[in-house]
Every structure is written in C-alpha cells, then in structure tokens.
Nanobody, 118 residues
Framework: VQLQAFGGGLVQPGGSLRLSCVASGGIFSIDVMGWYRQAPGKQRELVATITSGGGTNYADSVKGRFTISRDNAKNTVYLQMNSLKPEDTAVYFC?????????????WGQGTLVTVSS
C-alpha cells in the first residue's frame, strides 16, 4: 500500500493551500482517512479525519479554516486549508485505515511540508 501526498509548499499568512493524498496498492476498502501534522520539536497531532460516509472531525485549532473531503472512487483525501497561520507550519501526513488482502490496517503517507511565512 502507498499513500502519496501532494500540495505542500510555502504560503504567506492568510493564504490557502490544498493537500491531496492518493492511496493505492491492492486496496479493497477504506474506512477512515485523515490528516495529521508534526511541527518541529512537537508530537504528531490530529488535524482532521473523514469516514467513508462523510463524517468529519477536526482539531479545534483548525475548525472553520480547514475542510477535509474525499473521493471514495479515487481513494483520495483532500485538505483545503484557508486563512493559514504561521503556527500551521508543519509536515502534514495522510493516514488511512483500510482493508486489503491480509486484513485491516493503519497506513501512513510520507508527509508533505507546509510552511506559512511572510
């Protein structure tokens, strides 16, 4: 299984970015997909998750600014990030709890760096 994330980069405070993550490799079904982030010197933290039925959950720090969505047909999860702040600077990792041949498992992407700076 591969989870490949795209869309990170440098953006000014108040700007927007859209992250994408595609899951591939013998996948039969995906339950929850999500985004986590890890800032320098800090632990990895939840940003947002979305179930296969569209139920969402957000960290308090991003509510009202970030929107998670997914395309089940494409095994892809998105994170639209608006009104970005310097404290949003981190490596963003996508995550999926999915079913393949051997059974259910939790998988991580390689991370994409988001830098919010003027």
């Amino acid at each position: 299984v591969q989870l490949q994330a795209f869309g990170g980069g440098l953006v000014q405070p108040g700007g927007s970015l859209r992250l994408s993550c595609v899951a591939s490799g013998g996948i039969f079904s995906i339950d929850v997909m999500g985004w986590y982030r890890q800032a320098p010197g800090k632990q990895r933290e939840l940003v947002a998750t979305i179930t296969s039925g569209g139920g969402t959950n957000y960290a308090d720090s991003v509510k009202g600014r970030f929107t998670i969505s997914r395309d089940n047909a494409k095994n892809t999860v998105y994170l639209q990030m608006n009104s970005l702040k310097p404290e949003d600077t981190a490596v963003y990792f996508c995550n999926a709890y999915l079913y393949r041949g051997p059974g259910w498992g939790n998988y991580w992407g390689q991370g994409t760096l988001v830098t919010v700076s003027s």
